[in-house]
C-alpha cells in the first residue's frame, strides 16, 4: 500500500507542475478527446491540444510550429508532449519528439516521463488519469 501511495505522490506531482505550466500558458498534445476531457476533469483550463484531427504528422507538427514557435519568452519548452505509455503512444511520442525537434521546438516530456514510470500497472492511458483515485494527491 505505501509503494502504490508513494508511486500516486510522485504522479500527482507531476500533474500538479503540469496544471501550472498549462495554466501558464504551456500547450499540453494529447491524442483524442477522452484525453482532454480527463485533464479537464482535473482541472486543467489551459490549452491542450489534440493530435488526433484528421491531420498526417507533419501537418500537425507544422501547425504547433507556427502556432506556438520554438521556444517560451524564458527560453524553455513551448510544449508538453503527453501521449499515452501504451505501445502506439510511444511511437507517436517519438515521431512527433523528432518532427518537433527538426523544427527547432523546444519540448518537454517530464511529465509522461514520471507518470509512465509511477502509474504502471494502474493506467497506461490519459484518459484514465482522471478515473484512479489521483483527485486527492493533486494540490
Known amino acids: 500500500m505505501a509503494d502504490v501511495q508513494l508511486r500516486f505522490n510522485l504522479a500527482a506531482q507531476a500533474l500538479t ?11 499540453i498534445i494529447v491524442e483524442g478527446k477522452k484525453d482532454i476531457k480527463a485533464l479537464r476533469e482535473l482541472g486543467f483550463t489551459g490549452t491542450i491540444e489534440q493530435l488526433n484531427r484528421g491531420w498526417d504528422l507533419d501537418r500537425f507538427c507544422t501547425y504547433l510550429f507556427e502556432t506556438y514557435g520554438t521556444r517560451s519568452s524564458e527560453g524553455g519548452a513551448v510544449l508538453e508532449l503527453l501521449m499515452d505509455w501504451d505501445r502506439t503512444g510511444t511511437t507517436l511520442q517519438k ?3 523528432v518532427k518537433l525537434q527538426s523544427l527547432d521546438v523546444k519540448i518537454s516530456q517530464e511529465a509522461r516521463k514520471v507518470l509512465s514510470r509511477a502509474l504502471k500497472p494502474e493506467t ?6 482522471n478515473s484512479i483515485g489521483l483527485e486527492e494527491f493533486i494540490q
Open 17 to 27: 507542475r503540469l496544471l501550472e505550466e498549462n495554466s501558464l500558458g504551456m500547450p
Open 95 to 97: 515521431k512527433l519528439f
Open 124 to 129: 497506461r492511458y490519459v484518459e484514465s488519469l
